[in-house]
């Protein structure tokens, strides 16, 4: 379930919420929506609330219903942080985007922060950051990189899976809480708050050795412009290092339920080959666990030619 804003503003109304979803735990989602709609008569413009009962009208298979309440979260909260978006066009209601909406992934990383580490490492098996490190120093044979570029750096754990294989190493990511956290390593040189694409963009043309994506492209649905600015900024013999949750073969990408977008590796290596790049490595692993299940993915370094 969303994790939800402390209150509503209306003590009664939370409370009503807190029932409501004690009700989905206990599974019975029809019940949990009923409690939620009482609520949102007490506090009928509290978007988070009708993303909450979109969830409730959605596990209950009440999908008319779910849209509506999906549809009314996004108009109370344009720029959308609860990805009310995402929701709507998973079930068919809007396009896909080709990306979550900015405010959304700042909420949800800025929330994460101070317990991302211990969640994903400790709980759920992460290991993105640690195999993309392998296949770095299998594919560069060892060599140290002068400039490196970690886009959605997150707390900076690629950082440390890289210390002593980079001379410079920059970091930018859409969550401030996120690099406040990576600026506490003392491993970056510089940091930034912004987009990933944007970063790459600001950059001068072969001014970079290395970029690295960790867990990053499943929050990118559209990954051409990135990948058209990483070819254009990587020096000659350069290194572009990501992971990606591998999708179904010949699609490009595909929104899970999860909320995280999956890539085919067929266009994903087309579009790389027009954009000038080859394969250097490419290794299928699990990268985390989610909701029980191992999160199946692929790492990818590739070379600029």
């Not at 503003?9 to 929506?33: E, L, N, V």
């Not at 609520?39 to 978007?47: C, G, H």
């Not at 989610?290 to 692929?298: E, K, N, P």
Request: charged letters at 25%; a negative charge.
């Amino acid at each position: 379930m969303t994790r939800l804003p402390a209150s509503s503003g209306d003590p009664i109304a939370d409370r009503r919420f807190a029932h409501a979803r004690d009700y989905a735990a206990s599974g019975d989602p029809a019940a949990a929506a009923e409690l939620a709609e009482q609520a949102l008569e007490r506090a009928e413009d509290w978007a988070p609330g009708w993303l909450l009962l979109g969830e409730f009208h959605e596990t209950a298979g009440a999908v008319s219903a779910a849209i509506t309440a999906y549809e009314r979260a996004l108009a109370l909260d344009p720029d959308d942080r609860c990805g009310a978006v995402l929701r709507l066009a998973r079930l068919g209601a809007r396009p896909m985007p080709a990306a979550p909406p900015p405010a959304h992934v700042r909420a949800l990383f800025d929330d994460y922060a101070e317990r991302f580490e211990d969640s994903l490492v400790n709980r759920l098996g992460y290991r993105a950051p640690h195999l993309i490190a392998e296949e770095i120093a299998a594919a560069g044979d060892g060599r140290r990189f002068g400039l490196g570029v970690d886009l959605g750096c997150g707390t900076g754990l690629m950082a440390r899976a890289l210390a002593g294989r980079v001379d410079r190493l920059e970091g930018v990511d859409l969550a401030p809480a996120m690099v406040e956290a990576a600026r506490a390593t003392g491993l970056y040189a510089t940091l930034s708050v912004g987009d990933v694409t944007a970063d790459l963009a600001g950059r001068g043309d072969g001014s970079v050795e290395l970029i690295t994506a960790a867990d990053v492209f499943c929050y990118l649905g559209d990954l051409g412009g990135v990948l058209a600015e990483g070819a254009r900024v990587l020096r000659e013999g350069g290194l572009f290092a990501f992971t990606i949750e591998t999708g179904a073969e010949t699609d490009a990408a595909q929104l899970r339920d999860s909320l995280r977008y999956a890539h085919g590796r067929g266009p994903l290596e087309a579009a790389a080959k027009r954009l000038g790049f080859a394969v250097a490595r490419r290794r299928d692993a699990v990268l985390r666990r989610d909701r029980d299940r191992d999160v199946l993915g692929t790492i990818y370094v590739l070379t600029k030619s």
